[in-house]
């Protein structure tokens, strides 16, 4: 791994020069030295300008503005520039364009037109990779490299007849010959069986259900392409330049189409990009779960915030701006989960373009604003967090995630359209962060060496090395709790025979002959008081204790959450969709039983989190309520410079962030 470079926590943004007249960039790097901002991307979508016509390529601009930020002190994460191919690709090669499951082409005009399995992308694109790391390889403000930018988030599937012969090559790779695949795809369903490579395609509009195995291997093989453009640019950067290299991931529940477990090891450093639901009044807590998913995907090693907003975005259905001290606390609620670097999307808002509305650290109205003040007041912040830097975050829980397995369960023809992957993620994570509670978002197949609790929500597939990991972890003495529609299938989607939920089956000590999933609207209640709705099954203990068991609905009297004892620990498994409360007090249940305490005692709607450096600690605490509290904690206040021997008051919407230890003087 390519070290980082540098001091402290990075701060700063895209930053996007060519939208502006070249007088305008000597007033940016002031204000960017005034504002702290010490890195800035440059060069993300700048494609067109860097090379106008194919084999030609102009850097004149880019000297400029690399020379200017370098004489001003502020260091770069220079892209590859290949994120959207220029118009003159498109009109050279037409067949470089994507295409819909139903033949629509996707035409240039917005960004990322191109299929991600054409030849001529890749050879045009790993041009332009080599011409900029041959000229800004030694430029002494690159400290970073940044390969193309969100790869996948317009274009993950291409169903063209390029990305169809790529797709029978992947297969190829996979199976080895066609009878691996006729079994592993269940061929002899519907009449299926394929006698020749050249009859398969990717899983196109068709008449009806397309076969399930099909799908979910096309949305592997998706993902590995995305990831293949990483690795080619990776691998050539790799022999060009020395500083590390990094590409900006989705991790979130809005995105689930790249598997960022299996891309981890191709970037020197995680980096995220996360913006808020605006409609979401509780968008805080899906921030928290982006952040401790990135952790996770960094196999708990620090991480960059690529983007984030200053305020309002453009591009949801209403764009809610941020409110005062907002800006601040999203910020730092990402520091506090493992951040060593807060980036918004943008330097300067654009006047011109689809994101033109979109929020930035200068907004239209100048610097004279609420937002730059902001800015401002977090960039003196991060200076003052800086011995944070590099320290990892305290975690006692972990959260099993796959993304084969979010893609598995939202496959059409299954029992309820009302089960989501991320529905039980987001409740469990959310009764965790109102506890108090961080916890790691972690694949199946981690070291689950270390956790009190496990938690696995919804996980579908399931491998047999990954259910045999969770069985050995709960016989060490650990906690596990499993939810409904877990283990059913392997990793080719067919059914673990022998009765639900397969793969859990012995370790949970249940067996569920059928599942009775509930109409829309419909409620079921359970003996120990809680309410549930979407899923109920016909389960039957072999060997579980019975927690709840439902009252009325379609099964009355059946049970709903068990409990087995399993080696030194204890197997939980909740079949139903229990509401917020009841999940809140299944959580706390849990917590008390795996032993697992908060990172400290607040009051609901505080958030704390604990990072640790070897016997250093700090302790971050973000208030998102409307009043005051009081944490008791001895320390110094790094925000604040003030010392605190037992108690500290963080004001309503307020950050505090305390190096734990012995305080001099009086809170």
């Known amino acids: 791994m ?14 996007n020069p060519e939208q502006w007249p070249e007088q305008t960039w000597s007033e940016d790097v002031e204000l960017m030295r005034r504002a702290g901002v010490n890195l800035v991307s440059v060069g993300i979508f700048s494609w067109a300008l860097l090379e106008p016509v194919p084999g030609r390529f102009e850097f004149g601009w880019l000297d400029r503005v690399l020379d200017l930020l370098h004489d001003g002190g502020i260091q770069v994460d220079l892209a590859t520039a290949t994120a959207s191919p220029p118009p003159w690709l498109a009109r050279a ?35 332009l990779v080599r011409a900029v790391a041959s000229r800004y390889a030694e430029h002494p403000a690159v400290v970073m490299w940044h390969v193309s930018n969100e790869l996948g988030c317009h274009n993950v599937h291409c169903y063209c007849d390029v990305s169809a012969e790529a797709f029978r090559g992947w297969l190829r790779e996979r199976y080895g010959d066609l009878d ?3 079994d592993a795809w269940g061929t002899a369903f519907w009449s299926q069986r394929y006698g020749d490579w050249a009859e398969i395609s990717p899983p196109r509009t068709a008449p009806t259900f397309a076969n399930p195995t099909q799908q979910l291997d096309f949305l592997r ?89 200053t305020s309002a975005v453009n591009w949801q259905p209403r764009n809610v701006a941020k409110l005062p001290g907002q800006l601040r606390r999203n ?21 011109a373009g689809a994101e033109k509305f979109h929020s930035a650290l200068v907004p239209h109205a100048g610097p004279e604003t609420k937002v730059f003040r902001e800015v401002c007041q977090l960039g003196a912040d991060l200076r003052a967090l800086a011995e944070v830097r590099g320290s990892r975050v305290d975690a006692d829980v972990a959260i099993l995630f796959d993304w084969e397995a979010w893609w598995g369960v939202e496959l059409d023809s299954h029992p309820s359209v009302d ?7 987001t409740a469990l994570y959310g009764a965790l962060w109102r506890a108090g509670v961080t916890a790691d978002i972690v694949h199946p ?14 996980l579908y597939l399931v491998r047999d090395a990954d259910a045999d990991a969770l069985r050995r972890f709960v016989e060490a003495g650990g906690t596990a709790a499993i939810t409904y529609f877990s283990g059913i299938v392997d990793e080719n989607d067919h059914i673990r025979l022998g009765g639900y939920p397969g793969a859990f089956r012995e370790l949970l000590g249940v067996r569920t002959e059928e599942f009775f999933p509930l109409r829309e609207g419909e409620q079921v209640r359970l003996d120990d008081g809680s309410t549930a709705d979407v899923w109920t099954e016909w389960l039957h203990p072999e060997g579980a204790e019975v927690l709840a068991s439902y009252t009325d ?14 080696g030194a620990g204890a197997a939980w498994y909740v079949g139903t969709r229990l509401d917020e409360p009841a999940t809140d007090r299944l959580v706390a249940r849990l917590l008390d039983e795996a032993g697992v305490r908060p990172a400290a005692q607040a009051p609901t709607g505080v958030e704390v989190v604990r990072r640790r450096a070897g016997e250093q600690s700090w302790l971050f605490a973000i208030n998102h309520t409307g009043s005051e509290v009081r944490l008791a904690v001895t320390g110094t206040e790094l925000l604040t410079g003030t010392e605190c021997a037992g108690e500290l008051t963080v004001p309503a919407g307020e950050v505090a962030v305390i190096r734990e230890g012995q305080a001099d003087g009086p809170a």
């Open 331 to 351: 910020s730092l609620a990402h520091v506090a989960r493992g951040a060593d670097g807060v980036l918004f999307f943008q330097w300067r808002a654009s006047r």
């Open 2 to 15: 390519r070290r980082w470079q540098g001091d402290g926590i990075y701060f700063g943004g895209d930053y």
């Open 445 to 458: 197949s981690a070291d689950l060496t270390g956790y009190r609790l496990v938690l696995a929500p919804t």
């Open 180 to 182: 691996g695949l006729n």
């Open 553 to 566: 609905g379609p099964l009355p009297g059946v049970p709903a959450v068990t409990r087995r004892p399993v």
């Open 221 to 309: 093989f998706s993902s590995d392409e995305q990831r293949a453009q990483l690795r080619a640019e990776r691998e050539l950067l790799k022999t060009l330049v020395h500083q590390p290299v990094t590409t900006n991931f989705m991790i979130g529940t809005g995105i689930k189409h790249m598997d960022y477990h299996s891309w981890a090891d191709d970037v020197d450093l995680v980096s995220n990009d996360h913006y808020l639901t605006a409609a979401d009044p509780q968008a805080h807590l899906g921030l928290a779960l982006s952040a401790d998913h990135t952790r996770g995907v960094a196999g708990g090693d620090p991480w960059l915030l690529m983007e984030h907003s």
């Open 419 to 425: 089960v989501r992957y991320a529905d039980r993620l």
């Open 93 to 127: 090669h037409p067949e470089t364009l994507p295409r819909r499951a139903d033949g629509a082409i996707l035409w240039p005009g917005g960004r990322q037109a191109y299929c991600p399995s054409s030849p001529v992308f890749r050879e045009r694109s790993l041009e």
